[in-house]
T-cell receptor
Framework: AQSVAQPEDQVNVAEGNPLTVKCTYSVSGNPYLFWYVQYPNRGLQFLLKYITGDNLVKGSYGFEAEFNKSQTSFHLKKPSALVSDSALYFCAVRDGSNYQLIWGAGTKLIIKP | KAGVTQTPRYLIKTRGQQVTLSCSPISGHRSVSWYQQTPGQGLQFLFEYFSETQRNKGNFPGRFSGRQFSNSRSEMNVSTLELGDSALYLC????????????FGPGTRLLVL
């Protein structure tokens, strides 16, 4: 069965430090992987996606994610965190031929000044 | 382009009542998905509509229903409300299917008393 896991409920990072939000997945076939962000009292916003091609995907707001097939991971990264990056981050994977996305539980990212 | 709009933004109902939530997708988008977001369960897929047809359905009881109109606007209805239905209900649209980039509305926050 297709699944996605975000092993950390919360990640704390000091402003200016690099950040990583982890995501691992289990799918049959080639994965379509996504990262979305949710700011307080807002809907989700698309950050980036991997479908095929370069393993390093660049997205909005300076975020990037690295697709690692052997480790079945798609970790979200940013070289230098901003306080404004504090939000809830969701990883998702496409459910095979069914176009639906399977969502991770979300990781709360807190950037401290 | 105008973003995804959802009405109302906030709603208070009592147990046993029914509620209808509305979603207007981005112009030209034909796929509309609905999600329930709660602190304990995360983001749960309700259903997806495409060209007025329900294409996929999540694991929710029959009290949850929806429809899509010819202009792609969508409504979801919850009958016989229960306390556990209190949640943020998110609508997302995409051109053809959810595996493309989804654009989310701000959500409708429903409180059932």
């Amino acid at each position: 069965a297709q699944s996605v896991a975000q092993p950390e409920d919360q990640v704390n990072v000091a402003e200016g430090n690099p950040l990583t939000v982890k995501c691992t997945y289990s799918v049959s076939g080639n994965p379509y992987l996504f990262w979305y962000v949710q700011y307080p009292n807002r809907g989700l916003q698309f950050l980036l996606k991997y479908i095929t091609g370069d393993n390093l995907v660049k997205g909005s707001y300076g975020f990037e994610a690295e697709f690692n097939k052997s480790q079945t991971s798609f970790h979200l990264k940013k070289p230098s965190a901003l306080v404004s990056d504090s939000a809830l981050y969701f990883c998702a994977v496409r459910d095979g031929s069914n176009y639906q996305l399977i969502w991770g539980a979300g990781t709360k990212l807190i950037i401290k000044p | 382009k105008a973003g995804v709009t959802q009405t109302p933004r906030y709603l208070i109902k009592t147990r046993g009542q029914q509620v209808t939530l509305s979603c207007s997708p981005i112009s030209g988008h034909r796929s509309v998905s609905w999600y329930q977001q709660t602190p304990g369960q995360g983001l749960q897929f309700l259903f997806e509509y495409f060209s007025e047809t329900q294409r996929n359905k999540g694991n929710f009881p029959g009290r949850f229903s929806g429809r899509q109109f010819s202009n792609s606007r969508s409504e979801m209805n919850v009958s016989t409300l229960e306390l556990g239905d209190s949640a943020l209900y998110l609508c997302a649209s995409s051109p053809r299917n959810p595996a493309e980039t989804q654009y989310f509305g701000p959500g409708t926050r429903l409180l059932v008393l």
